[in-house]
């Protein structure tokens, strides 16, 4: 009885010339796709290097700002009241010249953050706050350095803060009534004895000079040429550490006298 033949079935085979065409149609648009991509980048970075180099994008920025500050004005919104609060020393041309604002300016012109900044380089200004409020008004609101003493220095007199911190200006006569303070370490202890003054103001009213000895201890000069030595590490603004005797002693002294003397007021 004759065998049959085992005979294996084989899978056709795909020539060669149709599997690269099989890989090039699905990548060619996938090339297609990474091409158009990478063009839109380049166009971008272009655009935008284009823009820069030109200033079309600062002038377009620049335009639409302008119709929008004109647009508001004409709405109502335009500054007719400029408030300040809290000026005492700073000068009213100065701070107008800063901000440099004029009634019928769009109120939404000013910057508030710009103008504190602008503000606060001025010598006597401490802190600024501005607001806009609507419909027509600029609101700023000043905290000024105090100036609390006169220091004497080699190059003559400089006025302090009440942080003992100069203040920069041409013309101190204007506050020739302060204390003028001198010796070493008068600057670094002036905070601590304007401070003390203060909580008796019919005594700090009386002294013109406060003379700094051995960073330890002050020798006040009262209007009618008084010197009273004071103890150390004496606190005025203090009456359990000051005694009331050092106080009413310096209250208990002449207005005025011809014959200037020297007294040292020392606690039991």
Partial sequence: MARAKNTKSKSPSIPAAKRRKGFLAVAIPWLR???????????????????VATGAFVRAAQWSENQFLTASANAGFKIENLLVEGRVNTEPNLLMALLNIQTGDPLFSVNPNDAQQLLE???????????????????????????S?????DHGKVLLDENSTAIEIDNISPFDHLITLSGAGSQDAMTFLITSLNAVPDIKTRITKAHR????????????????????????ASPS????????????????????????????
């Fill in 121 to 147: 380089n001025i010598k006597w200004i401490k802190h600024a706050y501005i607001q806009r409020r609507l419909p027509d008004t600029i609101y700023i609101k000043l905290t000024e350095r105090t100036p």
């Fill in 213 to 236: 000895l051995g960073k330890r201890r002050w020798d006040l000069t009262l209007d009618n040429g008084i010197t009273l030595r004071m103890p150390e590490d004496d606190n005025l």
């Fill in 241 to 268: 550490n000051a005694p009331k005797m050092l106080i009413n002693k310096i209250k208990s002294l002449p207005s005025s006298t011809s014959n200037p003397s020297i007294f040292a007021l020392m606690t039991n």
């Fill in 33 to 51: 796709r990474f091409g158009i991509t990478c063009g839109l980048v380049l166009f971008i970075i272009w655009l935008g290097a284009w823009g």
């Fill in 149 to 153: 003493a006169l220091l004497e220095t």
